[in-house]
């Protein structure tokens, strides 16, 4: 009869535990949607009600949940997740979240660019995952459209965060930049109203993107004290040309979601040299075309206190 000693079936116990392990974490590491919950349930009915019109006025919810992540809820219901963030998988960029990003149910999840502050794609709970979407995808009452341009290159600020690029051996401004320094910026259309998402855009996109951003009611731009991504000349450049109703801060230092680490400042300091602006003590905006006619450059700057 063979014989197996215990200290080889300790072993053989023991690899099979790391190899389960090791395929537990492969499996985690990709697509989650197989581990989810909540099923389409919600999306098979507005697919029966049929199109709606996005110019039709309504209400648009607008959750800040810190850096450059919003939800925006259509006034059909239908919720858009932009940029949620995670900490950097390499360990390169060090940690930027204490916590994880919440694991909240929405309908579409869109990332502007591949960076990891802006694609935690798989972490909600989504029905559609619209990654660096360009062209236009319509449904419900919304229609969006994505324009593909290119991420800043130069980083305009204090911390020169793109000089790392020749020390990765990367090309980082166009035409040879690597994938993860382009960029889309997104249009918005719903509730009657035009909503941009500027994503980490640089400040001086193509004639075709400028062509697509007219008659504009909110601009989400990148403002932050440190002019991580734009400087305050570049970012009121483009604010003079979009000549947008609101502007939304984002990719700022956030309490109780970002830290010291990211080198973000708040964007206090912009949003205050603006004629007109607004310290909002919620993370919850609602908007209707009504409300945002009556503004004029209006910044509306979150400031969360928890």
């Known amino acids: 009869m063979l014989q197996i000693r215990p200290t080889v079936i300790s072993s053989l116990v023991v ?3 790391l190899l389960l392990g090791s395929f537990a974490s492969t499996a985690l590491a990709g697509p989650t949607a197989w581990t989810q919950v909540k099923n389409n349930n919600h999306i098979i009915e507005k697919q029966k009600a049929g199109a709606l019109d996005p110019a039709a006025p309504g209400e648009v919810t607008i959750d800040f949940y810190g850096h450059a992540a919003f939800k925006m809820t259509s006034p059909g219901g239908l919720t858009m997740l932009f940029d949620p963030w995670r900490n950097d998988p390499s360990g390169a960029w060090g ?7 919440p694991e909240i149910e929405v309908d579409a999840i ?18 559609m995952i619209l990654d660096r979407m360009s062209g236009q995808y319509q449904f419900c009452d919304v229609k969006i459209t994505g324009l593909a341009d290119k991420h800043t290159c130069e980083a305009p600020g204090w911390y020169k965060w793109t000089d790392a690029m020749a020390e990765f051996g990367q090309p ?8 993860h320094l382009d960029n889309n910026i997104y249009l ?5 109203m ?3 998402v500027w994503g980490d855009n640089r400040d001086n996109p193509n004639d075709h993107v400028w062509a697509a951003l007219t008659d504009i009611d909110v601009l989400v731009l990148p403002i932050d004290g440190s002019e991580h991504i734009l400087s305050y000349e570049q970012a009121n450049a483009i604010i003079d040309r979009i000549e947008p109703h609101a502007i939304i801060p984002e990719h700022y230092l956030t309490k109780g979601a970002s830290i010291t680490l990211t080198t973000l400042g708040t964007a206090e300091e912009l949003t205050k040299q603006q004629p007109n602006h ?29």
């Not at 940690?95 to 990003?101: N, R, S």
């Not at 918005?188 to 009657?192: A, P």
């Not at 004029?296 to 969360?304: A, G, I, K, N």
């Open 15 to 17: 690899s099979s535990a």
């Open 95 to 101: 940690m930027w979240f204490p916590e994880e990003f």
């Open 110 to 127: 869109l990332s502007t660019h591949a960076h990891f502050d802006h694609d935690a794609t798989e972490r909600p709970n989504g029905q």
């Open 172 to 179: 980082q401004c166009e035409p040879d930049n690597y994938h």
């Open 188 to 192: 918005l259309e719903t509730g009657g």
């Open 194 to 196: 035009r909503i941009v």
């Open 278 to 306: 607004t310290m909002l003590d919620s993370t919850t905006l609602k908007l209707t075309p009504e409300s945002v006619e009556k503004m004029d450059r209006q910044v509306l700057y979150s400031v969360p206190t928890t």
